[in-house]
């Protein structure tokens, strides 16, 4: 049974106020009596139960972190950078892990109101989280939304250039002779992949290339997603040179299939994707990425909140961070370079 501030009180041969009073680290109590209280603390090993003592000041000192997938490294890190700032700052962090289930959100938006959080961040699981914050508004917590947003709600934003990045990505396949370029997506209710759907079809219009929709799929954004999107498309009559995957677990799931059926990458098959993983540099082939700050987004996204719950804050703010290519082995840079230098 845990120990009750009456049991301190008890021990120390004090009031439970002037317990009280020790743990809110008043200067109405004596040192002798500061120490008694602290000793019989010590002896019964109390712990303050600190949602009690918030609730009556308004102030938990939590916020919640709401990630679609911790399993990913993009949001590993992402929710790294913001537990650091948070902590750093005299809060705690709560993290909620939705599996990209929209009931899972909800449930977890729930709990979060009822723990009394002072703020939280969320990617959220897609265009339907609009209702569940909604919900939330009339409980005024402030909410900050990252890597991904959700039209028609107001609130600050970190997210990455997906459309450019996207768009950065096919035009260096095509630069490379690629022509035959698969795309495998997320589902278009993600604002991510809606975006780099567009830059993937920017690019190719760029190069006067035709949009084939049999070369277009969306598919769940982990590994097994990956395996199954891609032993479609490789069974197709015409088989693509390239394959742009949304994510860098996506990817994997990629060189899993191609890997099943002989294919070598990049001799075969191009492959490139977003965001680079730490085993990206160890698997072979090496992955081509469109890097992201993923722990950037963490921080920047955390110190908005702060700034939100400080009052600091006022105008919405959207904030857009860059990505960078890594060129790797798989997209066939090498193997292009090679073909042009052996040509007379």
Request: overall charge neutral; charged content about 25%.
């Amino acid at each position: 049974m845990a120990v009750t501030i009456r049991e301190v009180a008890d021990r120390a041969g004090v009031s439970t106020m002037t317990v009280s009073r020790v743990l809110n680290d008043s200067n109405r109590v004596q040192p002798e009596t500061r120490q008694k209280v602290e000793r019989a603390i010590a002896e019964l090993g109390y712990v303050p139960n600190g949602l009690a003592r918030g609730l009556s000041s308004q102030k938990t000192g939590v916020v919640a972190l709401i990630v679609p997938d911790v399993a990913n490294p993009f949001f590993t890190k992402l929710v790294r950078g913001a537990e650091n700032v948070a902590w750093h700052n005299g809060f705690r962090a709560i993290l909620c892990n939705t599996e990209n289930d929209l009931n899972r959100e909800k449930a977890y938006l729930q709990d979060m109101t009822a723990q009394r959080v002072e703020g939280l961040i969320i990617a959220p699981t897609s265009d339907q989280t609009r209702q569940h914050l909604k919900a939330l508004e009339q409980h005024n917590i402030p909410v900050v939304m990252v890597d991904r947003s959700v039209e028609g709600l107001e609130y600050d934003l970190v997210e990455g250039d997906n459309q450019t990045g996207a768009r950065r990505l096919v035009e260096h396949l095509i630069s490379l002779g690629h022509r035959n370029i698969a795309f495998i997506n997320g589902p278009l209710n993600i604002s991510t992949s809606r975006d780099r759907l567009k830059g993937y079809r920017q690019a190719l219009e760029a190069a006067q290339l035709s949009y084939k929709s049999e070369l277009v799929i969306q598919t769940k954004v982990d590994q097994n997603g990956g395996y199954q999107a891609a032993k479609k498309i490789l069974k197709l009559k015409e088989r693509p040179d390239a394959i742009f995957a949304v994510n860098n677990l996506v990817a994997v799931g990629v060189v899993q299939a191609a890997e099943e059926i002989g294919l070598a990458i990049p001799k075969n098959l191009a492959l490139v994707c977003f965001d680079d993983i730490e085993y990206a540099s160890i698997i072979c082939p090496f992955l081509t990425v469109m890097a992201q700050p993923a722990e950037s987004f963490g921080t920047i996204a955390l110190q908005l909140l702060l700034d939100r719950i400080s009052g600091r804050a006022i105008e919405q703010r959207h904030v857009t961070l860059a990505a960078e290519l890594i060129i790797r082995e798989s997209c066939g840079a090498k193997l292009a370079k090679n073909r042009r230098k052996e040509q007379p």
